[in-house]
C-alpha cells in the first residue's frame, strides 16, 4: 500500500439559507471527501460588494467554496506517489528539485472543536520533480510537533484539541484557567539551508525535517537563546520597562510556557554573501510599550556570523520584513496593550492575542532602518528615528527590496511589498474565525465597494536620504497602477536585493458577487520598467495560494526566463493541482505548460509560504 488512510468525522457544514439568521445547529450533508472535515461557518443575512464581471452564485455556493479551502486532511503518503499531468507535460528543461509548501492541514478534531486556521496544525507537502525524466511525485506529512504529539492519540489516530483560539490557546475549551500559550504547530514557512529543511512558525523553534521522506527530526536550535555574550547590541541603558520585563520573563515563560524570544518565520536569503538572515523578537514585548529586535546571520554551514540586537521605543506586531545591502527594514505595525484584555488573557478567560489591540494613532506609517553592519551606513543618522511614509500601512509580506548610492551621495531606498489598512487588518478575525463560536465567516476578507481600497494590495515605497542621512523624500504608491486586492509578492531570487524588473503575486479578478476580493484567483506578473501588469486566471470556483519562480535549467540569466509553479485549488472538482506557467508568457492563451493533479483522496487544504529547492 502506498498511502495510509485516516478517516475523521463526517465535516460539518452550517449553511443556513443567505436570507435567515446565523444560527448554531449544525447540518451535515455527504462530505466533499472521506478524509476530510471542515471548520463551520454561518452567512450573513446580507450580500458583498459587487466588482468587475460578475459570476451569478448563490451565498451558500460561494460559502461553501470558500469551506472547502478549510477542509482537514488527515491522510498522509508513506511513499512518493506519481503525480501525472492532465494538461501539458514537464518541460525539458525544467530543473529537478522540490517545491515544498507549509501550511495548517486540520481544523477540527474528532470532539467537535475547531481551531483558528492559523493554528491548524502542520502539514509539510512536497512536489519532487524529476526534470531529467520528466516525472513528479508527491508527499506530504504531519510535522511531528510536541503539539501533534499532544492532540494525536497514535493508538487510535483520533485528534482531541487542547487549546483553541488564534495563537492557540484556551485549554480544552475552558473560558477560565488557562494558562499555557503559544501552541507551536510549525505551519507557517519552510526553509532549507545548509542541508537542513526546517518547518517554521511565527512564535517558536523551527523543526527540522528530513527531506526526503518528511519525517520529523525535532526542534532545531537555531541559536535563538544566548544572544548576551555575542550580540552587537544597540540598545540604550537600563529603564523602568526593563524593570518589568524582569518581572514578567519569569510568568511568561515559567507559567505560560512562553519561549524567551520568538522566532519570526520570514526570513532572508543574501545570495552575494551566501547568508541566512533570521530576526526574533522577545517574548514579553507582546506586553511593553516597546519591541526589541535581534536579527542573526548564519554562512552556509550554519555557523552563526553575527547578531545585530536591536531596542526600539515603539509597541509592534512584526510579521514579514525587509532588507537591503547595508539595512534592515521594519515598518512599525504598531499595536497597543489592551488593559482589559491582557487581565483576561493572564487570566486564561481569552487568547493571549486579546492583550493587543491596533494603534492607528498616527497618519503616517513609521518605517525603521536599522544599520546591519555599522553606525557609518547611516551616515550620521539615528536609527531610532523613523522614516514617515504619509500613509497608514500595515505591512504584511515584502516582496524585495534594495539600494543604490548616487554619485551625489543620496541613498535611494526601494521597497516593494503588500500591505493594507489598519481598519481591515485584524489579528483576531484572520480567515473570518471566530473562535467563541467556532464559526469561519468570510466575508470579513471581503470588503463592500468603496472600503475595497483598505484591502491587501501591492505598493512601491521609495525614499531618499541624503549624506547624512537626512530624509528628503518617502512616497508610497500601488506598484505599476494595479489596485486589485493581491499578496504573495515574489521575484525571481537570483534577483533579491537588487533592482528588479519583474514581480509576481497572488490577486484575485473580483468576479465573484458574494467574494470578490479573496480567496484569490490570478497570477499578476508585473514589468515594473514599462509599467504593465499581465495576468493569468484559474476560472470559475477556482483560487490558487503563494506563486513560486523557478528559473530554467538551461537559464541564459534573463530574470523571467524561468517557470512559476503555483498550487491551484480547484474546489470545483476537490482536487488540487500543481500549476507550471512560463513565466515569459504569462498573460497569453498558451501560458501553462502543464497542470498536475494531486489524487483526490490527497486533496489538502490551503496553504501559507513555499519553497523551491533545486537538486
Request: hydrophobic fraction near 35%; proline fraction near 7%.
Amino acid at each position: 500500500m502506498m498511502i495510509k488512510m485516516s478517516l475523521p468525522l463526517p465535516p460539518k457544514i452550517f449553511l443556513p439559507p443567505s436570507n435567515s439568521p446565523p444560527t448554531h445547529h449544525h447540518q451535515a450533508p455527504p462530505p466533499l471527501a472521506p478524509p476530510r472535515a471542515a471548520i463551520s461557518i454561518a452567512i450573513p443575512e446580507t450580500g458583498l460588494g459587487r466588482t468587475g464581471t460578475i459570476h451569478e452564485e448563490s451565498t451558500s455556493s460561494a460559502f461553501r467554496d470558500y469551506q472547502s479551502l478549510f477542509m482537514s486532511q488527515r491522510t498522509e503518503t508513506v511513499e512518493p506517489v506519481v503525480i501525472k499531468p492532465i494538461d501539458g507535460s514537464i518541460p525539458v528543461d525544467f530543473p529537478s528539485g522540490t517545491y515544498y509548501l507549509a501550511g495548517p492541514g486540520l481544523f477540527e478534531d474528532d470532539h467537535g472543536s475547531t481551531v483558528h486556521p492559523l493554528d491548524g496544525h502542520g502539514y509539510l507537502r512536497a512536489f519532487h520533480i524529476d526534470g531529467s525524466k520528466r516525472k513528479a511525485t508527491f508527499t506530504a506529512k504531519y510535522v511531528k510537533t510536541e503539539a501533534k504529539q499532544e492532540e494525536h492519540d497514535p493508538v487510535t489516530d483520533t485528534w482531541r484539541f487542547t487549546h483553541r483560539g488564534p495563537f492557540s490557546v484556551l485549554k480544552g475549551g475552558k473560558r477560565f484557567g488557562n494558562t499555557k500559550v503559544m501552541k507551536n504547530v510549525a505551519n507557517t514557512s519552510v526553509l532549507k539551508w545548509a542541508g537542513r529543511l526546517l518547518c517554521l512558525w511565527e512564535g517558536g523553534e523551527p523543526y527540522e525535517i528530513e527531506s526526503g521522506s518528511l519525517d520529523t527530526v525535532g526542534r532545531f536550535n537555531v541559536a535563538i537563546n544566548g544572544y548576551d555574550d555575542d550580540s552587537d547590541r544597540d540598545v540604550a541603558g537600563h529603564d523602568i520597562w526593563d524593570t518589568a520585563a524582569g518581572l514578567l520573563k519569569p510568568i511568561l515563560q515559567g507559567v505560560f510556557k512562553m519561549p524567551p524570544k520568538r522566532f519570526l518565520s520570514h526570513y532572508k536569503i543574501d545570495d552575494r554573501r551566501n547568508r541566512l538572515l533570521t530576526v526574533t523578537c522577545n517574548a514579553e514585548d507582546m506586553l511593553l510599550p516597546r519591541s526589541n529586535f535581534t536579527f542573526c546571520e548564519y554562512d552556509s554551514e550554519f555557523k552563526l556570523m553575527q547578531t545585530r540586537e536591536f531596542k526600539i521605543d515603539d509597541h509592534m506586531m512584526i510579521h514579514d520584513w525587509a532588507v537591503t545591502d547595508t539595512h534592515y527594514i521594519l515598518f512599525a505595525n504598531r499595536v497597543k496593550l489592551n488593559p482589559i484584555g491582557s487581565m483576561a488573557a493572564m487570566c486564561g478567560m481569552s487568547p493571549m492575542v486579546s492583550a493587543l489591540t491596533l494603534n492607528p494613532s498616527n497618519e503616517s506609517s513609521p518605517i525603521y532602518l536599522l544599520p546591519r553592519f555599522s553606525e557609518k551606513s547611516m551616515g550620521g543618522r539615528d536609527w531610532r528615528v523613523p522614516v514617515e511614509v504619509s500613509s497608514q500601512l500595515w505591512l504584511i509580506h515584502s516582496g524585495n527590496a534594495y539600494e543604490t548610492r548616487e554619485d551625489n551621495g543620496d541613498l535611494k531606498i526601494q521597497i516593494q511589498a503588500s500591505a493594507c489598512s489598519y481598519r481591515w487588518f485584524d489579528f483576531q478575525k484572520m480567515f473570518g474565525y471566530d473562535w467563541q463560536s467556532s464559526k469561519l465567516d468570510p466575508s470579513v476578507m471581503n470588503l463592500n465597494r468603496g472600503d475595497d481600497k483598505l484591502l491587501p494590495h501591492l505598493v512601491k515605497v521609495s525614499m531618499t536620504l541624503d549624506a547624512i542621512g537626512n530624509c528628503k523624500s518617502c512616497d508610497v504608491e500601488p506598484l505599476n497602477g494595479w489596485n486589485k486586492p493581491s499578496d504573495f509578492p515574489v521575484i525571481n531570487s537570483s534577483w533579491s536585493g537588487e533592482k528588479n524588473k519583474y514581480m509576481y503575486c497572488a490577486s484575485s479578478s473580483g468576479t465573484r458577487r458574494e467574494l470578490p476580493h479573496f480567496p484569490f484567483d490570478m497570477v499578476v506578473k508585473f514589468d515594473l520598467d514599462s509599467n504593465t501588469v499581465r495576468t493569468w486566471s484559474t476560472g470559475a470556483r477556482r483560487f490558487v495560494g503563494e506563486p513560486m519562480f523557478v528559473p530554467k535549467s538551461s537559464s541564459e540569466g534573463e530574470e523571467d526566463d524561468g517557470y512559476i509553479i503555483v498550487v491551484e485549488y480547484a474546489v470545483s472538482v476537490e482536487r488540487c493541482f500543481l500549476v507550471i506557467l512560463d513565466a515569459k508568457k504569462i498573460g497569453e492563451s498558451d501560458a501553462v505548460v502543464t497542470r498536475l493533479a494531486v489524487p483526490r483522496n490527497l486533496t489538502f487544504p490551503m496553504g501559507f509560504h513555499g519553497l523551491w529547492a533545486s537538486d
